[in-house]
């Protein structure tokens, strides 16, 4: 159990498009899900955190208009990246929790803007 | 700030040596800890929280609350071994995001 799946896993966009990054708790309720950029060999960069229902709280640095999170179900959170360009180039990752302490992760999605 | 930190960011060990993964926190009284690990081209998992004591693929971590540590210790490292592990708290409650600390990437060589 507690599964999150995480779609497309690889995506390709042309710079000034949009993008959208889905991630879904499969078999259970995500209170709450976690947005992450990953750079090679890197630990995972906290963009922002999002409870189903409410606006998402965005760290510090991090741009609300180009990453807009959306939570709308207990089961689906979305990352849109918009107007891409080649420095949004990276790996995000999504986490889902349950209201527990334990955190459950998705398998990633590598994002190339050419 | 409440946070964990991880001050190595790269373990290289040959196997059947011993590993220690450093974790300090600052967090006050028993933080409810965790080792995620993330092998090469898969996701982030969870590896062991310390609530439950268990010992998982030899690892064992044990909350030192005179050190504020967690460090995360395996007697005889193994290969497959090879990943980034990351201390973490909770994900909910208080401490309201989950924030990594920097990882520590354990190479174990043949």
Same mark, same amino acid.
């Given at each position: 159990?507690?599964?999150?799946?995480?779609?497309?896993?690889?995506?390709?966009?042309?710079?000034?498009?949009?993008?959208?990054?889905?991630?879904?708790?499969?078999?259970?309720?995500?209170?709450?899900?976690?947005?992450?950029?990953?750079?090679?060999?890197?630990?995972?960069?906290?963009?922002?955190?999002?409870?189903?229902?409410?606006?998402?709280?965005?760290?510090?640095?991090?741009?609300?208009?180009?990453?807009?999170?959306?939570?709308?179900?207990?089961?689906?959170?979305?990352?849109?990246?918009?107007?891409?360009?080649?420095?949004?180039?990276?790996?995000?990752?999504?986490?889902?929790?349950?209201?527990?302490?334990?955190?459950?992760?998705?398998?990633?999605?590598?994002?190339?803007?050419? | 700030?409440?946070?964990?930190?991880?001050?190595?960011?790269?373990?290289?060990?040959?196997?059947?040596?011993?590993?220690? #993964? @450093?974790?300090?926190?600052?967090?006050?009284?028993?933080?409810?800890?965790?080792?995620?690990?993330?092998? /090469? +081209?898969?996701?982030?998992?969870?590896?062991?929280?310390?609530?439950?004591?268990?010992?998982?693929?030899?690892?064992?971590?044990?909350?030192?609350?005179?050190?504020?540590?967690?460090? #995360? @210790?395996?007697?005889?490292?193994?290969?497959?071994?090879?990943?980034?592990?990351?201390?973490?708290?909770? /994900? +909910?409650?208080?401490?309201?995001?989950?924030?990594?600390?920097?990882?520590?990437?354990?190479?174990?060589?043949?």
């Amino acid at each position: 159990g507690a599964v999150v799946s995480q779609h497309p896993s690889r995506v390709i966009c042309k710079s000034g498009t949009s993008v959208k990054i889905e991630c879904r708790s499969l078999d259970f309720q995500a209170t709450t899900m976690f947005w992450y950029r990953q750079f090679p060999k890197q630990s995972l960069m906290l963009m922002a955190t999002s409870n189903e229902g409410s606006k998402a709280t965005y760290e510090q640095g991090v741009e609300k208009d180009k990453f807009l999170i959306n939570h709308a179900s207990l089961t689906l959170s979305t990352l849109t990246v918009t107007s891409a360009h080649p420095e949004d180039s990276s790996f995000y990752i999504c986490s889902a929790s349950r209201g527990g302490a334990e955190a459950f992760f998705g398998q990633g999605t590598r994002l190339t803007v050419v | 700030a409440q946070r964990v930190t991880q001050p190595e960011k790269l373990l290289s060990v040959f196997k059947g040596a011993p590993v220690e #993964l @450093k974790c300090n926190y600052s967090y006050s009284g028993s933080p409810e800890l965790f080792w995620y690990v993330q092998y /090469s +081209r898969q996701r982030l998992q969870l590896l062991l929280r310390h609530i439950s004591r268990e010992s998982i693929k030899g690892f064992t971590a044990d909350l030192n609350k005179g050190e504020t540590s967690f460090h #995360l @210790k395996k007697p005889f490292a193994q290969e497959e071994d090879s990943a980034m592990y990351y201390c973490a708290p909770p /994900s +909910r409650g208080g401490y309201n995001k989950l924030i990594f600390g920097a990882g520590t990437r354990l190479a174990v060589h043949p």
